[in-house]
């Protein structure tokens, strides 16, 4: 197997990963600020890391993966305000919408998903390490901050220096502050703030955003960890303050030795000339697109496949027509599954290499990229987990299988080809989420949704299909014509054979 190389975003290279302990890593994800339902941004990370976490399992490491829910912060406090709701119940309705989303998305569960308000003595514990270090320093009203100036490789992530930071720019003014860049690790209470308020030797307060990821990665995966991973917006300032506070409060260098960032996610729009525009998702133009309402219109596979379509590093552009084209594309690969599947099921009376020998260049063909198909899938992988180079050998599988599938009595010999191909399809499914449903699952999957989106039931179709067969028997074509069109305009296809009419949807 190759080496895996991992882009480092604290050294800006490639770099082939070697965890600190042979066969185990240690990896710490920045999860949600859990103040309302996630959307399609959110899923950006989740689904990156959540393909990382897959392969490095798939390799054979054992991985403690934790990635935290953010349930103490400024923005649930105020949306709790408005609600007239307790900040941490708040919290917990939507830790539970979000587990609901990722579950339909198809997530791996972490090793651990920790809290912050189960953790805050643990960040206490750390703040106090930093003040004792020489680090951090409290003022009167129970505020504690972390001097920046006094820890000379500040800004080693990022590449900015402290002396850009200036007041009104960057960070906040704030007389409190020894610095403009200072930033805070606990936060005194102020008014109406009830219910996320925790006794600490500065005086009752909460922590600060920065703080908690320390804390919580020091706790359930150590002082120096292998890989920490989040979104690249978290680079500056929540990632570069998470080292600056972990390393100068635990004395232990580095925090983390792989640094990963996945990229922003892209809204675009068509303009009526056909070009395409970029802009930018937020509430304020009304177009946050949540993770549920996406997964009511269509499969999880196909957002998974739109994702994965894009290196994690790089901009991924994203748009309603991308996600028709990627369930399309499904639906394409799960017929020529559909085709293996049944090739499977039949005996195994010849070999592969005796089906070569009969079929020529297409069994060839499907036998060659089903038997390279591990090998090339892992070089993908290993090369900083190059998920659009690792679907395009599944897409050349799917080809292959449908020139051989096309060849007469290959459906009825090709179980040994069948085999070695949906084996292919077996290792996709298990890394990136994609093609390892069987054939039916997905097709009734596409059914479901669409019947939904119709406001049509099983039932309806059936009576349609019943009223055909009745009209054909009274020899009457043009109304049997007549309902086939009319089922077809709503995406059903009907299709007859010497055994009987069956249906399936055709997805717009």
């Not at 090339?376 to 897409?395: C, I, P």
Request: overall charge negative; hydrophobic content about 40%.
């Amino acid at each position: 197997m190759s080496q895996l190389r991992i882009y480092n975003s604290l050294t800006r290279s490639l770099e082939p990963f070697e965890p600190m302990n042979p066969g185990q890593v240690k990896m710490y994800v920045c999860g949600i600020t859990v103040y309302d339902y996630c959307h399609i941004g959110h899923a950006r990370a989740m689904l990156s890391f959540d393909m990382v976490y897959r392969w490095l399992m798939e390799r054979g490491y054992q991985v403690d993966y934790a990635r935290n829910y953010t349930d103490v912060d400024d923005k649930i406090i105020k949306r709790a305000q408005e609600n007239g709701e307790a900040p941490l119940a708040l919290s917990e309705r939507f830790i539970a919408a979000l587990n609901d989303d990722l579950e339909r998305l198809g997530l791996e569960l972490p090793t651990v998903q920790p809290k912050v308000s189960e953790h805050i003595d643990d960040i206490i514990t750390l703040i106090g390490q930093i003040i004792e270090n020489g680090y951090g320093y409290a003022t009167e009203a129970g505020d504690v901050f972390f001097a920046v100036e006094e820890f000379p490789e500040y800004g080693k992530l990022s590449g900015k220096r402290i002396d850009q930071l200036r007041a009104g720019e960057r960070v906040a003014v704030d007389d409190r502050k020894r610095h403009p860049a200072d930033f805070a690790l606990w936060k005194s209470t102020k008014s109406g703030e009830e219910g996320a308020v925790w006794d600490s030797p500065w005086g009752p307060g909460r922590p600060g955003w920065h703080i908690e990821c320390s804390a919580m990665a020091r706790h359930h995966l150590g002082e120096t960890f292998d890989i920490h991973g989040g979104g690249i917006d978290l680079i500056f300032p929540h990632h570069e303050n998470e080292i600056a506070q972990s390393e100068c409060g635990t004395g232990t260098a580095p925090m983390a030795r792989y640094w990963m960032h996945n990229g922003h996610l892209k809204i675009m729009t068509r303009a009526e000339d056909g070009s395409s525009t970029q802009i930018k998702m937020s509430k304020s133009l009304g177009n946050v697109i949540r993770i549920r309402d996406i997964l009511n219109q269509i499969p999880a596979e196909a957002l998974r496949l739109v994702y994965f379509e894009s290196h994690y590093r790089s901009p991924m552009p994203y748009s309603s027509d991308r996600l028709a084209e990627a369930t399309q594309a499904l639906d394409r690969m799960y017929q020529a599954k559909e085709a293996l599947e049944a090739m499977a099921a039949r005996p195994k009376n010849e070999s592969a290499e005796d089906l070569v020998s009969s079929y020529g260049e297409p069994a060839a063909d499907l036998h060659r990229m089903a038997t390279t198909f591990q090998d090339n899938f892992s070089e993908a992988m290993d090369e900083d987990f190059n998920s659009a180079r690792a679907l395009s050998h599944l897409w050349e599988l799917v080809r292959a299988t449908n020139r051989f599938a096309g060849l007469k009595k290959a459906r009825r010999r090709g179980a040994a080809l069948a085999e070695l191909a949906l084996s292919a399809f077996a290792l996709a499914g298990r890394v990136l989420g994609i093609g390892g449903m069987t054939a039916d699952a997905w097709f009734e999957t596409i059914k479901t949704l669409h019947l939904r989106h119709h406001g049509m039931t099983e039932q309806d179709i059936l009576d349609q299909i019943a009223a055909r067969d009745a009209a054909r028997r009274e020899k009457n074509y043009a109304r049997s014509d007549e309902i086939r069109e009319a089922l077809l305009a709503r995406g059903v296809n009907v299709m007859d054979s010497p055994t009987g009419t069956t249906w399936r949807v055709k997805f717009e």
